[in-house]
């Protein structure tokens, strides 16, 4: 089965950066459309970038010019690098296929704050 394990979280001040990694066993991953999401307590789940197996790439709007999402094919690793953090993008971060993913991962909490 599937098992994505997402890693590189943690707190940092309103401004700071982390880069955060996922790797997935079990399956081809560099064939699918995969992507960043993330979950804040009490809100929905949303994609906040997106990465094509030939490299195209979308984020969010609330994201855009702070977040960068990659990949390494040969190593069935999704990335996002994410500069100028700001208190709401406070959340779990999750990878998964898009847009049927896998089951989730344990995420990687990121916590923004003075």
């Known amino acids: 089965q599937v098992q994505l394990v997402e890693s590189g979280g943690g707190l940092v001040q309103p401004g700071g950066s982390l880069r955060l990694s996922c790797v997935a066993s079990g399956t081809i991953f560099s064939i699918y459309v995969v992507g960043w999401y993330r979950q804040a307590p009490g809100k929905q789940r949303e994609l906040v970038a997106s990465i094509t197996s030939g490299g195209s790439t979308v984020v969010t709007d609330s994201v855009q010019g702070r977040f960068t999402i990659s990949r390494n094919n040969a190593k069935n690793t999704v990335y996002l690098q994410m500069n100028n953090l700001k208190p709401e993008d406070t959340a779990a971060y999750y990878c998964?296929?898009?847009?049927?993913?896998?089951?989730w991962g344990q995420g990687t909490q990121v916590t923004v704050s003075a």
């Open positions: 998964n296929r898009v847009p049927v993913g896998y089951a």
